[in-house]
């Protein structure tokens, strides 16, 4: 009940897009466009190793060949994007390094509390770590000291590079190789910052890991580069949010997140996405093509996304698990929703390698006002994966008649062993659950809202608290207008 | 006729028997009953052999054979039969196809000739009859589309085809109206005589009211915790499982 | 810019210099189509795996057959229409050989209503009553294997059934026969189902043993308001042959298309049904079954198209996959802005009887209007071992078992032909390959 009665007061607050506010810090940036010196530039900038720089070089050499290979396959419509029309690097200026949060420069720590993540109070609140993706570098991590001392190493993958190389070097792009994907090789040559994440055999990580990613400077294109490696027997939860301040141009986000799951080890990913998504008529808003992948490189490991998607203009974002290990499990729960002229084309891919894998897949599509919403994921099972199992349900609903809803699963099984179940439905709202609500006092918004909250619930509820309460407030929050 | 000594079995690594013991003889009809989730229907797929139970100790003896060594199949041709809880629908696959398979089945295991379409109809025209079974129900695909009440008079139809020696009825009364219910005894009771033996598995009294138990056992906690005779199922009724769940 | 992964074509100016006169060319109309079709050929090709249509069934390795065109093979004499060809009661017989009509081996059909005609002899006399329906339900711009049919069809079938035509039985025998030489033939059928007007199509297709063979039939069907055509196609072609045939079906008001498709055999089949809802209340059933062994390849393929509002479409097909081979399932199901109401339904299963097939599924939603109801579910897997328990506890041994749940798996669907001696023709098709499958097994 208490959900319900925030969802409907969330809808009631908020009429426009909460995040829509730009911090004035006076930002360090490289000049516009994209060749190699860009590429050294940030890499310099960055104080990197050889090996490193040589890495991006080969990436963008490689993405060069690619230039007519954009990918076209999705179900997305967008004016061509000049990659050489936008900041590749922008970071807030800073005197020096940083000794503590108190540090932080206060104008960055307000703007992270308007975006509702009080940095400062969550070390004492929410036990919650942070680490906090300001356009392109992260300006803080808390609660650094105590996760020290347990062995975790959670920090900017920049410092990671100098700190921990071996690591670094070792895991870069195993998941996702540099030469994977139009977006993914570009990240690849010119990624700026991001998190990462290393847990030691056998610790089960006390609290959640946390990134909020936030797109400030005007035409920068934002490249994280997330990876995070659990080594054998350990377990982590990490929480990823976004918001992008209102703006008019369309900006570019292309971040890759590799996640490595050793023998045992257990990789929670939850992501709640609600970067500007465009005004009404469809200007402005993020492009958000987005590179997630998992290994369940050991046997009985287990990678589990789970995502909101409610924000961006353009959504193109497939996590995915490679299940490598024997015994080893994938999931992925997803709720997108779209309204007004959003367009997403999202979905999961299950690479069933390993015997007695197994992968569940639930995704629960929203269309609205004029939006498109597409469900894309591949189960493949390879001919050794004996036992497989892979169970897929997709739902979409449509709100009004100018939305489109499209389900598109491929399915490749190769082994008699195994067994691939795949459903899905469209329906619009149910009329009956509408009027029961409407006859209960509620205005249609809230019913609606009520009623979405409800088709969504078996994925909100796999969200860590915290997250589940602001999800419940931004289903509401993204179907404003929708009705009526 | 049935023999179970000390049955200890597990699903994936859990414990559900811990040490079932239980002579029944010819001629006899046994209760077993329970509240929901003490294994009463692991006993009953393991004396029918599904796979997924793993057995630790213990055994079962039928008319003089190792049980537990036996496929499915060849118990149930040896006169075993187990009336489902659940039986599966499985479409494309006709009632009367399958009835005939089954028959013919046992047929040549006793080394008789397998029986003819017109003596088979006629076999189970005369028994649909006694049960109160449409005609039709045997061309429609294999419990497909059947009501909980028809899925339990088709399992009793199947039992009073195939004769068996010793049946185990697992919950056949639930989902059943009054009528239903005691059409189902009928046909069971018809089937007592010297030469058979019942298992009767319910979880409540009513369905003894129809098919009086010569013994009545009361399970919890994958034991049997009480035995005793037909005056046990009523005490049941009046009072609960609540004494028995304590001393489990 | 070149199209990547598409590579070149047989059918160029060899194939085309042996084709010889071909029908309608006389006719700017159908000329202009041959013409739009070979460009299209010669610039796309033939589609490979990385045309999205085709990624599962890629079509351009025929590149390295050496096809000539059926007509101009003298080698081929056809006397009898093969044993294994059911005789089906009530059903007049037109054969085809190599797609071309032969009289001899056919009956003799002389029905008040209902015009049976072969398409060179329509092309011959007049073409205006064929023009609505000859390329204008299936469009040689976005379906590759139209273009290739469309630039080459010597033949094929024209049937008309007049106004509330009451129905008839037509048994449509395709007969593929190779003689020294790779054939390939390109039949071209017309089917125009007047209002009201009811017509039950069987369609046939074999193979004689021999030399490879191409049969890439396409067949265009218009039922105006209220008609009713139920269309039963099997396929057993030669282990060697390739079978794509293209189905393109316009539907107007409360019209009724009911189809079934059974692949039973074929190196490489493709079966693709398209039908557009046109007309408010019409309705399709798209069924099948397939049931493959060695290695054969076999692609059931549908689209369809609701484009105006309350229409319904449902499909449910299953197959058994042996061998080596390998099972493709595509199904589209688009629903249109305006197609509100409409009611779509789609299930495919296949079941592996061995290791080494593959299945590959692609079932599709797409939808753009909001007041629908559309489910589609596609599963893959061995026989459910509840159904193999259940039947081994009344004593039915494993093999016995077996078979039993294999059959009764495709009899499923097979139970949804109307048609009682339809009906048991193809149950007995698909236990004539279950027997063969058991024999191989013995052997």
Redesign the interface.
Known sequence: MAARSDTAAAVKDIEAYKYGFVTDIESDRAPKGLNEDIVRFISAKKNEPAWLLEWRLKAFRYWLTLADLEPAWAKLHYPKIDYQDAYYYAAPKQKAALKSMDEVDPQLVETYKKLGIPLLEQQIMSGVAVDAVFDSVSVATTYKKKLNELGVIFCPISEAVQKHPELVQKYLGSVVPVADNFFATLNSAVFTDGSFVYIPKGLRCPMELSTYFRINEKNTGQFERTLIIADEGSYVSYLEGCTAPQRDENQLHAAVVELVALDDAEIKYSTVQNWFPGDKDGKGGIYNFVTKRGACRGKNSKIMWTQVETGSAITWKYPSCILQGDNSVGEFYSVAITNNRQQADTGTKMIHIGRNTRSKIISKGISAGKSSNTYRGLVRVQGKADGARNYTQCDSLLIGSACAAHTVPYIENRNPTAQTEHEATTSKISEDQLFYCLQRGMTEEEAVSLIVNGFCKEVLQTLPMEFAVEAQKLVGISLEGSVG | MIEIKNLHVSVQGKEILKGISLSINAGEVHAIMGPNGTGKSTLSNVI????GYEITQGSVTFAGQDLLAM???A???AGV??A?QY??E????STS??LK??IN??RR?EGLKEIDAMEFLKLVKAKTKALGIADDMIKR??NVGFSGGEKKRAEVL?MTL?EPKFAVLDETDSGLDIDALKVVSDGVNALRGPERAFLVITHYQRLLNYIVPDHVHVMTGGRIVASGGRELALELEANGYAKYMAAA | MVATGLLDHPFKEAYASKAGALPGATHAWVDGLRQTARALLNTAGLPGPKTEAFIFTPVSDLAKIPFIPAASADDVDVRDVPLNVPRIAGASRIVLVNGVLNAALSDNIAVEGLRVESLKQVLARDTLSVKPLLGGLAASASLPLVALNTAYMADGLVIRAGKNFAGAMLHVISIGAAGAEPVAFHPRNLVALEPGAQLTLIETHVGLPGQNYLTNPVTEISLAENARLKRYVSVAEDDDAFHFATTSVALSAHSTFNAFHAGLGGGKVRQEVRAAFLGTGSSAIVNGVYALSGKQHHDFTTAMDHAVPHTTSSQLVKGVVDGQSRAVFQGRVLVDRDAQKTDARQLHKAMFLAKGPAVDCKPELEIFADDVQCAHGAATGELDENHLFYLMARGIDRDTARALLVSGFLEDVLESIGDEQVREAFSALVQGWLKRRAMRRAA
């Not at chain 2, 029918?48 to 796979?51: K, N, W």
Request: glycine share 6%.
């Open positions: 029918a052999g599904r796979e496929e499915p199949d118990r149930a041709r039969f187990l489902f039986p599966v499985i479409p494309g696959v196809a399958f398979t089954a089945a046992k295991a695909p294999l199947q195939l």
